[in-house]
Structures are given as structure tokens and as C-alpha cells.
């Protein structure tokens, strides 16, 4: 009896970090009641993945899992990078309500499309409060609070929300999954926020924009979709997580269309066309969908920071794509930010490695019977 609670202990310390995520069920929660005393297989079987060749073999295959998901991440972080200057092109044809509206439309259609060819099962009932505020976050309060400042803010002015959504979506979090980086990691997580700020604020010579305010919501709530998004994907994956966000939010999509589109004019042309196609398949669901994924695998903390580069990325393509000037601070900026990052992800695995040393020694202990 003692081995099953000490089993029962360890499924319990794992459900309370985090206690709204309930894990897939494992087929030892679904053994009949009348086999809890162990049986001599089963102690061999239990002995032998709690010994030091199980270890090495689950320690080996985290370091894969973990540049999966940094590469995840990083492909999300270049999708999001296009989306400030795919949304001035979706200026030029639409308003910004209906830009807004119809890209959430569009990008409902392809994932309600995917997600019933799949046929993906509706999700628990406890998991549609963390779909709405992803919903609420990255489809519907980020796009609109942003593409209203880009009415009276540069693309190079706006990536200033960007700078600060690293650092600010690693608190929220700490706060909401438990994760708890390093010192080391926060360290190196202001210093790439002061890095960016410092360059996105020089580049707009240092004067507030009225869009500014729209900027500082968009960033709050942009980092509780990225945080909660990141949480969800945990349970199921990442394509879902934005998948259902995206349904549901598509009624209120809808309705936005049929009342902004009449308001405001549209005069269609190919940059117009693109940038509507881009925010809507490219930043909204494939870019989301890598990105969660990412997060999944490597936690919301580490997978924020690669966002460092994000306004970087997004000053080079207003340079090819909107003719803005890139400053020659740019490439100095560039590799400090680099340098960042690469001191996020480092402090960020060695916290793994050492969380991870410290459970296998905890699992090898013999149980005593």
C-alpha cells in the first residue's frame, strides 16, 4: 500500500502545478480497482524506468524537444514580425474595423475547416474560459488595438508594444502557469527589454504617439492570450488551442463585418488583398499555431523572449516592404538583442536540466514496501 501512495503522491504534486490543467488520463489511471497491490512485474517494470537508463534516455530526449521548440517558437516569432506591415498594406484597401473583423472571419473559416475535417471533438467545458481569453487576446484585443494605432503610428513606432510583450507575457507567466525562471533569466530578459525600447524610441525620435495608448492595451492583453494559449497547449494542440479561439470568436466577427464593412469605404488593390491574407492565414493561425507548440515545449517564459527579435524583424520588412528608413543603430541593436536571447535560452535549459536532475533523483529512490 505504501508503494500505490506514494504513486498517488506523485500524480497529486504533478495536478497541483497547475491546478487548471488536468493532464491527458494515463492507462494506470484506468487499471481496475482489484489490481492496487503491485505485483512482482510491475516493481521489476517500476524499478526499471525510475533506474539510471530510463534517466539517460528521458534526459537525452529533452535537450530534442527543447531546440524543436525553440524552432517552433522562433518560426512564430517571424510570422508575427510580418504583421505590422501586412496590416499598413490592409490599410490601404479596408477600414480598420472591417480589416479587423474580416481577417478574424477568414482566419475562422480555414481553422473551422481544418478542425472539422480532422474531426477534433469539441473541447472539456473547463478549457472554453482560457479559449475565450485567448480569443479575446490575439484575436480580437491585439489586432484591433494595434491596427487603430497604426493610423497615427509608424510600423517602426508600434514595434515599441512588441519590445515590452516579451518580458511582460514571462510575468504573467510565472504568475498564471508557475513557472519560475532564474535570476539569471530575468536579467537577461530586462536587459533585451531595455535593448529594444531604448532602439524602437531612438527610431521614433522619442515622441508619444496618440496611438500610444492603444499600444499599451494591446500589449496587456496580447500577453494574456500568449499566456493562456501557452497553458492550453500543454492539454491539446497547439492548432486547436487557436483553432477553437477562432470559432469562437467568429460570431462576433461576423457581426462586426456586416456593420463595419458598409461604414467604412473599401478600395481593393494587391497590397490590400495580401495584407488581409496575411494577418488573417499567416499571423493569426499558422503563425499562432507554431507558436503555441513552441511554447508547449519549452514553457511561456523561454519561448517570450525569442519575441526580442520580433521588432527588429518587423523594421527590416517595413524597409523592403514600406520604404521606411532603417537606422544604422539597427544592426548594433540587432546583435545585442542576440545576445539577450541567447542568455534567456541558456539560463532557461539549465533550469530544466536541474529541475529534471532533481526529479530522476527523487524517482530512483527505492520504495519501500
Known sequence: MRAENSATRTSAIAVVADPAVTPHPTSAASSPAGSSTASPASTSAASSAASPAGSSAAS????????????????????????????????ESFGPWSLVALRSVLAAVVAGGVLLAARVPLPARRHWAGLAVVGGGVVVGF??????????????????????????????????????????????????????IAFTVQQSGGALTTGDLYLFGALLVCAAGYTEGGRLARVMPGWQVIGWALVLCLPLAVAGSLVALPLEPVHLNAHGVLGLVWVAAGSTFLGLYVWYRGMAAIGVARASQLQLAQPL?????????????????????????????????????????????????????????
Open 60 to 91: 537525452s530526449a529533452a535537450p530534442s524537444a527543447g531546440r524543436s521548440g525553440t524552432v517552433l517558437a522562433g518560426l512564430g516569432v517571424v510570422a508575427f514580425s510580418l504583421t505590422f506591415p501586412a496590416t499598413a498594406w490592409g490599410l
Open 143 to 196: 489586432p484591433l488595438l494595434t491596427t487603430l494605432a497604426l493610423q497615427t503610428s509608424t510600423t517602426s513606432h508600434a514595434a515599441v508594444v512588441v519590445g515590452l510583450l516579451p518580458l511582460t507575457t514571462a510575468l504573467l507567466g510565472s504568475l498564471r502557469t508557475g513557472e519560475r525562471p532564474s535570476r539569471a533569466f530575468w536579467i537577461a530578459a530586462l536587459a533585451g527589454a531595455a535593448v529594444v
Open 313 to 369: 524583424l518587423t523594421l527590416v520588412w517595413s524597409f523592403l516592404l514600406l520604404g521606411e528608413e532603417l537606422s544604422a543603430a539597427a544592426p548594433v541593436a540587432a546583435v545585442a538583442v542576440l545576445v539577450c536571447i541567447a542568455a534567456t535560452q541558456r539560463a532557461g535549459r539549465r533550469a530544466g536540466r536541474e529541475a529534471g536532475t532533481v526529479r530522476s533523483g527523487r524517482e530512483s529512490r527505492p520504495v519501500r514496501s
